[in-house]
C-alpha cells in the first residue's frame, strides 16, 4: 500500500515566522501567490484578497494546486522560517518544526 506524502488531502496552512526570516525571496519565487517580500525585505503570506498578512504568525490557507510549490519553499528556505501546519489539529506537516 502506498502512503500520501503528509497533508496531501487534508486542509494545509502556512505561516511565516518573521525573526527567522532572512529575505531571500525564494518562497515569492515558488509560489507568488502565496507570498511576497514586503519593504522591510522580509516575507509575508498573503490573504485571499492578495493582501500581506503582517502580524505575526498570521496564517494563510495552502490552495492544494500550489502544494508542492508551498512544501518545496518550506524546504529550501536558508532561514527555515515557512511553517506548513494541518488546519484540523495545528501539526506541523512541512517546515523546521515537522516530525
Known sequence: MQ????????????????????????CAQYAPEVFELDIDGLAYVKGPEDELLQAPG?????????????????????????HVRRVQDGAEVYGPDAE
Open 3 to 26: 502512503q500520501q506524502a503528509p497533508g496531501v488531502g487534508e486542509a494545509l496552512e502556512v505561516w511565516i515566522d518573521q525573526d527567522l526570516c532572512t529575505g531571500d525571496g525564494i
Open 58 to 82: 498570521a496564517a494563510t490557507p495552502v490552495p492544494l494546486p500550489l502544494l508542492t510549490d508551498v512544501v518545496d519553499s518550506a524546504r529550501e528556505c536558508p532561514g527555515e522560517c515557512i
